[in-house]
């Protein structure tokens, strides 16, 4: 791969990543004081003087601007106005759970996706590709709370088969992940279905499968080594998006549930305006974001050659 | 305007002038063509809610309180039931979806004119207005609004104008890409080079020729990311933080419906449904759209 690919998408990432840490920057300093929101309101007067110069607030907004990219750098965000501990701290013990949370969501929006939508594919216009086509669209029309709640009326309340909230046990997942997996706007089952189906039937009608069906290589073979890997690319592409979905979607599962995860801590912290942590998690959901879209395209330029061709300037093919 | 249609199509006598609309609505799926009609009753629930309400939405009667819905025990008093409080669901429900829906509709044109506006800056002026329009275009696409609007929240307060504005971002970046590659694809077209060799400005070149020549693929995005305005407005104001009381939207009351789960279930669930509803309707209806106006799809 040519190191100019690499080097433009680093220096976006890295750029991108300035935006973030500044949108943070201006957004805390038009909306007052900094000592005043991200202080407690008990806080002493030598407290107040202490962060002042710390965050430089004595010196020009320039100065502002470097001691705080040097703070958020060293991950010093301040600390929680709620429990008075250091605010990264608070972040990072949540995010295990989220990992969990989402990663197996992820999975098994994959492992029901797209089977569905290769299957979707290869009977086009039958009445299980219909059918998986309208599973897609329930997918990304269905509110995840809503689905969630109903999960818990009938999973919880009614049945009785499922714990509705807290996170102690293996059954504690299933109706969290469940909703995850089943309702979003772009990584449900359904969407990914959807997804893995038109991806499948551009590959369909390359003219490579067709070489490969004049070569004579059986139909299981044609399928399992020329068309899955082709199709995987697209796939794989989009998951670096649907990231950032997952982690917006865990905002409301994780609240549903009591799932004490990231996303719950979020929506609290925004409640209680408790604003080191709403800050420390902002910047670190983003960063965890534009790195992962970094890897899917350095992933998906070392996949397909065609474009890092047209990505470092060579001809297209 | 009939006779000069039937002139000119040739048609026989007393022939409807909404003739092409009628063979259009023909062609649909039955589906949907329930979804649009679907929808038309929820444009109409929202414009006329003060007529079709049978109450105020924040009318509390006390002595009511919690009472089921009409087939569940309830009376025609109170058709889909009352709150916590003894307000009348099917009021709120008329009344949440008007504002739920005023806020998709304003959010979702804040974002299409803006992400437009921006793609054929870009488009235009290519160079450094290009590339800092890009990176806007990154940055937004590597944040969730979700997460973003859930941080303006809390720095600013809650407060109805400024939580528009943040929904009028939602999916701005995409208009602004799509309408950026059309753009720079339509200015290779011959029709251009000949419009500015006659000399027509920029707002002319783009507004009146352009823009019309790319309008149904933005139409298109309209629809589609019209639903996911009112799934990320429910959302937050289902979490307590968007829409806020006395004022109502379908997510707030399915947010407070949620204590009331074992007592009450028609306060959340009757809400959840209508929101199902709406996003499944304008989703079905984009997707129709999308299948009718893009020509690549038509296979």
């Not at chain 1, 009938?154 to 992940?177: C, K």
């Not at chain 2, 806020?103 to 004119?113: P, Q």
Request: net charge positive; glycine share 8%.
């Amino acid at each position: 791969m040519s190191a100019r690919f690499f080097l433009t998408k680093i220096l976006r990432a890295v750029l991108t990543l300035l935006l973030v840490v500044s949108f943070v920057f201006i957004i805390l300093r038009i909306s007052g004081d900094p000592t005043d929101i991200l202080l407690p309101d008990d806080a002493s007067q030598d407290t107040i003087e202490f962060y002042r110069a710390q965050w430089g607030l004595d010196k020009p907004l320039y100065e502002q601007y470097f001691t705080y990219l040097a703070n958020v750098l060293q991950g010093n965000f301040g600390e929680s106005l709620r429990d008075h501990r250091d605010a990264l701290q608070v972040v990072i013990e949540r995010v295990p759970a989220t990992l969990q949370l989402g990663f197996t969501a992820l999975f098994m929006a994959l492992l029901i996706g797209v089977p569905l939508g290769i299957y979707a594919a290869l009977h086009r216009n039958s009445m299980a590709d219909r059918l998986t086509m309208s599973f897609a669209v329930l997918g990304y029309s269905m509110p995840n709370y809503f689905l969630g709640i109903l999960m818990i009326m009938l999973f919880a309340m009614n049945l009785q088969w499922l714990p509705s909230s807290g996170s102690a046990t293996f059954w504690h997942a299933i109706m969290p992940v469940m909703t995850l997996a089943l309702a979003s706007p772009s990584s449900s089952a359904g969407a990914l279905a959807r997804f893995a189906r038109s991806a499948r039937l551009e590959v369909l009608s390359q003219s490579y499968m067709r070489t490969a069906k004049a070569k004579g290589a059986p139909y299981l073979r044609r399928i399992a080594w020329h068309a899955v890997p082709n199709a995987a690319i697209p796939i794989v592409t989009i998951l670096g998006f649907k990231i950032g979905d997952l982690i917006a979607g865990a905002v409301v599962v994780e609240v549903v549930f009591a799932w004490p995860g990231i996303g719950r801590l979020l929506a609290g912290s925004v409640a209680l305006r408790d604003l080191p942590v709403v800050q420390a998690l902002f910047i670190i959901i983003a960063t965890t974001m534009v790195l992962s879209n970094l890897a899917v395209d350095l992933i998906y330029g070392w996949l397909d050659p065609r474009v890092r061709g047209v990505m470092s300037g060579k001809a297209a093919a | 305007m009939s006779e000069q249609a039937e002139k000119r199509g040739g048609a026989k006598p007393g022939r409807s002038p909404f003739g092409p609309i009628t063979r259009e609505l023909s062609k649909m799926p039955l589906l949907v063509l329930a979804c649009l009609g679907f929808f038309l009753l929820v444009i109409a629930l929202s414009a006329f809610a003060d007529i079709l309400a049978p109450y105020h939405y924040a009318e509390q009667d006390l002595l009511q309180r919690l009472k089921p819905p009409v087939g569940f025990g309830g009376t025609s008093v109170h058709w889909l039931g009352t709150d916590e409080l003894g307000r009348d669901i099917l009021s709120r429900l008329i009344y949440g979806t008007r504002i739920s829906i005023l806020i998709a509709v304003v959010g979702t044109t804040i974002a299409a004119v803006l992400g437009t506006f921006v793609g054929f800056l870009a488009a235009h002026f290519r160079g450094w207005v290009e590339e800092g329009a890009l990176m806007l275009v990154d940055f937004q696409a590597s944040i969730p609004l979700m997460i973003l609007a859930l941080a303006v929240l809390a720095f600013f307060g809650n407060d109805l104008l400024l939580f528009m504005v943040i929904m009028g971002l939602n999916g701005w970046e995409t208009y602004a890409r799509l309408t950026r590659g059309m753009v720079l694809s339509a200015k290779s077209h011959g029709y251009v080079a000949a419009l500015r060799a006659l000399g027509a400005g920029p707002w002319r070149l783009y507004g009146r020729h352009v823009l019309p020549n790319i309008a149904s693929a933005i139409i298109v995005q309209f629809t589609l990311n019209f639903p996911q305005t009112i799934l990320l407005e429910t959302s937050m104001s289902f979490l307590g933080l968007g829409v806020q009381p006395p004022l109502t939207s379908l997510g707030l009351m399915l947010g407070s419906g949620r204590d009331y789960m074992i007592t009450a279930w028609w306060i959340a669930v009757l809400p959840g449904i209508m929101i199902f509803l709406t996003t499944f309707a304008v989703s079905m209806l984009g997707d129709w759209l999308r299948d009718r106006l893009d020509p690549t799809l038509r296979r």
